[in-house]
């Protein structure tokens, strides 16, 4: 995957300008490719800088959407969760979770039961992995340690955990793979507007200072909770659509607190629900999420000690053993949820998921809302729309999307992936490392094999072993990752699953990062610089004494 340069696209016209490169954006961009139209898709920083690299890191049908009747809502995302095992299986992960019933809870058994089948017919397949009940001594039995006191009963189920930020990449790479032109730290600044229509876009690379402007028949907004910011930009445009909400997790060592399984329970605070879950890399568990109103800067949101305090609390009340405070936590992350606006008198966590397609004056078409395990749908109906705006010139392509839910991802072929499992057994690395570049990166493993085949020095490891500079080499040249925070919060994901956020290699990192991209050393040292202060603005929280 290619950058484009915007001085090369000035001028130039497409038939879709898609603003936005989080999971949205990037999943229109494939459809619409794929579809044989012509794409170009912007972004303003990296592919999931926003709320597609600050999820729960779930693919899952939303179980607790049941309850507020939603239930298009739910079969749609339990089908698209089902989907991602044959799309991605390299990023799709199957768990068990268990629901947990304490009294006082406002579901009963017989209820959670009756939820817990319709959440399995859903899927499409309720057979394979089908919910169980557990009496409270069974529970105990599989999770030890959890609360026992008022402990009823419980629904053993199954959801799947993805790497977020990943998933929006590889769909980014089968968006350029179809063929869609695609440029992050691509900041489109203005419309062009010919007799009342939106034609195009004004555009600022922020990598090299460059400006121009680029055309299409329709311009696509799917910026996440940078959607009022974006529609502001047409004349006359001054409303809000959206009502972001907030949501933290912290990461916990699973010494300090031994969960085997996620557990779905309710915050003794306010009885929302939420999840501790054993996280991907085996000996930890992230806690999440909260679920309030936001109305600060979009950029760089971090967790504030009230919502670290909420997300300790539920801790502590799942499993009361577990001794824990600030110095317990490996870290927090923060992202936005980009919901439409509801009535103001609901509850945080009481909005629609539900996504919104909607036309502006101007002919802008904007998408808003939605989750990530249905991104594919939405992207689907966005170009249905956009295909029902422009009529016969439009209509002349594929009318309908055949094949997004048929064509693998980008690393996840199974024959690609067999074939990488072979490449990388070929090359003198760790079994950790190997197992580590399967999970990242699928088939596409095998490119990170011919670069240490290529060069032996590319498989040594860097720091705690968990990076080579195969890695980096590969992100950069394949993965249009441009910046030290690039690589470690959304290639490699190391920020998230490390205390210090991979800042004992960073130098390392930065100085083949600087070898490929012609850094000078003052560029470098800025790089680390920025991405140090992002990790300790994620780790800096107040001492225990604040608890």
Not at 258 to 277: G, M, N, T, Y
Request: hydrophobic share 40%; proline share 4%.
């Amino acid at each position: 995957m290619k950058r484009a340069r915007i001085q090369d696209l000035s001028g130039q016209t497409f038939d879709f300008i898609i603003i936005g490169g989080g999971i949205t954006g990037v999943s229109i961009a494939r459809d619409a490719a794929m579809r044989g139209f012509s794409v170009v898709l912007l972004e303003k920083e990296d592919f999931a800088a926003g709320t597609s690299s600050r999820s729960t890191k779930l693919l899952h049908g939303g179980l607790r959407y049941l309850q507020q009747h939603e239930f298009k809502l739910v079969r749609e995302a339990c089908r698209e969760r089902e989907l991602f095992l044959y799309l991605a299986p390299h990023l799709a992960h199957i768990r068990p979770f268990i629901y947990v019933l304490y009294r006082g809870y406002p579901e009963s058994p017989l209820l959670l039961n009756l939820g817990l089948t319709i959440y399995d017919i859903f899927s499409g397949n309720p057979i394979k992995r089908r919910h169980r009940m557990l009496n409270a001594k069974k529970l105990l039995e599989i999770e030890p340690h959890l609360n026992s006191a008022g402990l009823l009963a419980g629904g053993l189920y199954y959801d799947s955990l993805t790497d977020d930020a990943r998933l929006t990449v590889e769909t980014a790479k089968s968006a350029f793979d179809s063929g869609a032109t695609i440029a992050n730290y691509a900041e489109v600044v203005g419309f062009i507007s010919e007799a009342g229509k939106i034609q195009g876009v004004e555009v600022l690379d922020r990598l090299s200072g460059a400006s121009g402007s680029i055309r299409a028949k329709c311009v696509v907004n799917a910026t996440g909770v940078w959607t009022d910011r974006v529609r502001a930009l047409e004349k006359g445009i001054a409303d809000r659509r959206l009502r972001p909400t907030k949501g933290v997790h912290i990461v916990l060592r699973k010494q300090d607190y031994p969960l085997q399984h996620a557990v779905f329970l309710r915050s003794p605070r306010d009885q929302r629900v939420a999840w501790p879950i054993p996280a991907l890399d085996g000996d930890l568990v992230y806690v999440g999420t909260t679920d309030t109103f936001y109305e600060g800067p979009l950029e760089d949101v971090t967790a504030s000690s009230s919502d670290i305090d909420y997300l300790l609390e539920l801790a502590r009340q799942a499993i009361p053993d577990a001794k824990l405070d600030y110095d317990s936590l490996v870290g927090t992350w923060a992202g936005l949820r980009p919901l439409v606006a509801a009535d103001s008198s609901k509850s945080a966590s009481s909005v629609s998921r539900e996504h919104e397609i909607f036309v502006s004056p101007e002919g802008l078409l904007n998408i808003a809302g939605g989750k990530l395990t249905t991104a594919r749908v939405m992207a689907q109906q966005l170009v249905d729309k956009a295909i029902a705006l422009h009529g016969p010139e439009f209509r002349t392509r594929h009318p309908r999307a055949i094949a997004t839910h048929k064509v693998p991802l980008s690393g996840g072929d199974l024959e690609s992936i067999s074939n990488a499992k072979r490449a990388v057994a070929s090359i003198p690395v760790s079994a950790a490392i190997g197992n580590r570049w399967m999970s990242h990166y699928g088939g596409n493993a095998k490119y990170l094999a011919e670069i240490c085949a290529t060069d032996p020095s590319a498989a040594q490891e860097m720091g705690d072993g968990r990076i080579t500079p195969a890695e980096i080499r590969y992100v950069v040249e394949e993965e249009m990752a441009m910046t030290v925070s690039d690589f470690f919060i959304r290639r490699s994901t190391i920020f998230f699953w490390t205390q210090d956020g991979g800042l004992a290699i960073a130098d390392q990192v930065a100085a083949e990062m600087a070898r490929q991209l012609g850094w000078s050393s003052e560029e470098r040292a800025q790089q680390v610089r920025r991405y140090r202060e992002q990790v300790t603005a994620n780790r800096l929280v107040p001492t225990a004494s604040h608890v």
